[in-house]
Every structure is written in structure tokens, then in C-alpha cells.
């Protein structure tokens, strides 16, 4: 029971892609979901990228004013998908009990025959179970959009995939937001689950600007454009980053860095050559490799002299660290 004050939204449950493919994977013959904060075609990515060991078929609904047209839509998708399998049909030696002989031997004649085994004047609850077993005798998932702002659109949907199940799939109604709790949405919410996603570390959530090389190095542009553009290195390397190391001192902030590989590429200038530069960039060298990276000092002449070059020597580095362990690193 909802807590007063407590809206429904607040208190459906959340669902990440991975929890909610389980869910769907679950469902029986016959039951529902109802999935907020998805399309029709959200779901489907989510269970496409997800092994759940079930058949999914997204039904085409736009734009179709009545159940029966719903209805007769997915039975022609469904006639193309059983055309499509033929003749790896389940029950053609008669092992199946659920496939009804005399509809078998008329569809196997329209399929030899290239045709799409639909029969429309066959009973729709018939025909849609022999279709369902022809496509996969393991339970086809439906899974529908129901617009969830216009309760003209969404009623034939809801209706249609309530038939659906009232007749063995497994259905899914896409909200793609939350709708009102009243008709024709309250059929299908009792148990709706509201999409989520597992929280991802900062820097997958950042989108850094096109470049981040220092805007005074004609080098480091040079090299960030080289790796951009090449195959294997393109996208390991952000620039002009603050790498994390022990103690609270200033964090330094680096040319190039590939955290995935634990690879630091410094481009240097001729100040760097001497006091005090050269001191520091040696602490500095220290303070990175205590905290598990790799180190390639290049110079601005070697940039300038042979770009794929140097471009060359920061493979290498990646390829040595790909090779080895990934060190522990409690501070990244």
C-alpha cells in the first residue's frame, strides 16, 4: 500500500536493463508487464544486447485505430516470421500436441509454395496459436508501445496484447512515461516496473570538448589529432587531464593520459631540458608510476621531426601494458 503523499511513480519499482531482462526472460505464459520510462524499441535494445533465452517479436502498432487491426497486423508478422523458419517447424512428425494437424498441412502447403501460412478465415485465437508454435515452440515475447498520453491511441493496444495474453504470450506494454492512473492505463499498471540504470563513474559521464590539448602546444595537438585518427589507439587518450596519486598535494595534471592502460605520454618542450622543470618532472614521473602508470616522455622536436614516429612509440607502451596484469589502484 502507497504511503499518503507518496506518488505512483515514486513507488513503483526500478528496474536496471540487466534486472529488467531477467524479469522479462521470467514471465510465463500468459502473464504481463507493464514498463515505464521504455519504448517499444528501448525494450527491445535491452533484451537484444541481453542473452534471455526467449524469442522477442516488437509489434507494429502505429497508427492502428482498432484491437482487430492490432490483431490482424501481428498475425501477418507472424505468418512471415513461421514463412521465414520453414521448414524447421516444430510438430511436423506429430510430437507436438499443441499444433493442430489439419492447420500444419494447409501451412506447410502455402510455405512450400513460398506463401505466408495466414488463414483469415480461420479463428484468430487459432491461427495465432499455430503461429506462435511455428516461430518458437518456447514462447514468443510480444512487446508493444502504448502511448502514454492519448487514451484513444493506447486502448487498442492495450486491448489487443490483453487478447494476446489471454490466449498464452507473454506480452510487454512500453510506457515510454509515466501515464494517468485511469482508463485505459489501469488495466495494465498493477506491477509496472519503471526503467533505471546502474550508476556509471564520472568519467563515463563526461564528454570532453573535441580537443583538450593545451592551446599554446602545436605538439600536443599534433599527436591528439595522429591518435585520433588512428585505428587502434583512437579514443584511449584524453588530454590535458588531472591523474590522481597518493598524498594531498597537487594532483598533476598530464599531456596525454590512457587510463585504461595506466599510460601517461608527456610532450615536452626545450624548458623542460633544464632547472627546475627537469627536477619536477622527474618527482612528477615518480608520484605516477607509484600510482601504477607508465611513463613516455616525448620532446616537441621529435613531434615535429617524425610524427608517426612517436605516434609508433606510444603503441608500443600500450601494447607492453595491455600484455601485463592491471595494477591495483585505490586513488584513480
Known amino acids: 500500500m502507497r504511503k499518503s503523499g507518496e506518488s505512483t511513480a515514486t513507488a513503483r519499482s ?62 501477418d508478422d507472424l505468418a512471415d516470421l513461421a514463412l521465414a523458419r520453414w ?101 495494465i499498471l498493477y506491477g509496472a516496473c519503471m526503467i533505471g540504470r546502474a550508476p556509471e563513474p564520472v568519467e563515463k559521464r563526461f564528454i570532453p570538448a573535441r580537443s583538450q590539448a593545451h592551446h599554446a602546444s602545436e605538439a600536443e595537438r599534433r599527436i591528439e589529432a595522429a591518435l585520433a585518427k588512428d585505428p587502434e589507439l583512437a579514443g584511449l587518450f584524453a588530454g590535458n587531464n588531472v591523474v590522481r596519486v597518493a598524498g594531498h598535494g597537487r594532483q598533476p595534471r598530464v599531456d596525454l593520459v590512457c587510463r585504461e592502460h595506466r599510460v601517461v605520454v608527456e610532450i615536452d618542450g626545450p624548458e623542460h631540458q633544464a632547472s627546475p622543470k627537469f627536477g619536477q618532472d622527474r618527482h612528477r614521473d615518480y608520484e605516477l608510476m607509484v600510482a601504477g602508470y607508465l611513463v613516455l616522455r616525448l620532446t616537441n622536436d621529435q613531434v615535429a621531426e617524425d610524427l608517426q614516429f612517436a605516434v609508433e612509440k606510444i603503441r608500443a607502451v600500450v601494447r607492453l601494458r595491455r600484455t601485463l596484469p592491471s595494477p591495483g589502484d585505490t586513488t584513480r
Open 14 to 75: 526500478r528496474l536496471t536493463p540487466d534486472r529488467l531482462a531477467e524479469r522479462v526472460a521470467g514471465l510465463r505464459e500468459g502473464e504481463r508487464l507493464a514498463v515505464v520510462g521504455l519504448t517499444r524499441d528501448g525494450v527491445g535494445a535491452v533484451l537484444a544486447t541481453r542473452e534471455i533465452g526467449r524469442a522477442v517479436l516488437l509489434v507494429a502498432a502505429e497508427e492502428l485505430r482498432t484491437a482487430r487491426a492490432v490483431i490482424d497486423r501481428l498475425l
Open 87 to 187: 521448414p524447421d517447424w516444430p510438430g511436423r512428425d506429430g510430437s507436438a500436441p499443441a499444433v493442430s494437424g489439419p492447420w500444419l498441412k494447409a501451412a506447410a502447403t502455402f510455405a512450400a509454395a513460398g506463401r505466408p501460412p495466414r488463414f483469415r478465415r480461420v479463428a484468430p485465437a487459432l491461427e495465432f496459436a499455430q503461429l506462435l508454435q511455428a516461430v518458437d515452440p518456447g514462447s514468443v515475447i510480444l512487446v508493444a508501445e502504448v502511448d502514454p498520453v492519448a487514451p484513444a491511441r493506447a486502448a487498442p493496444v492495450i486491448e489487443a496484447l490483453e487478447w494476446c495474453a489471454g490466449h498464452g504470450a507473454a506480452c510487454v506494454f512500453a510506457l515510454p512515461a509515466e501515464p494517468p492512473d485511469a482508463p485505459p492505463y489501469e488495466r
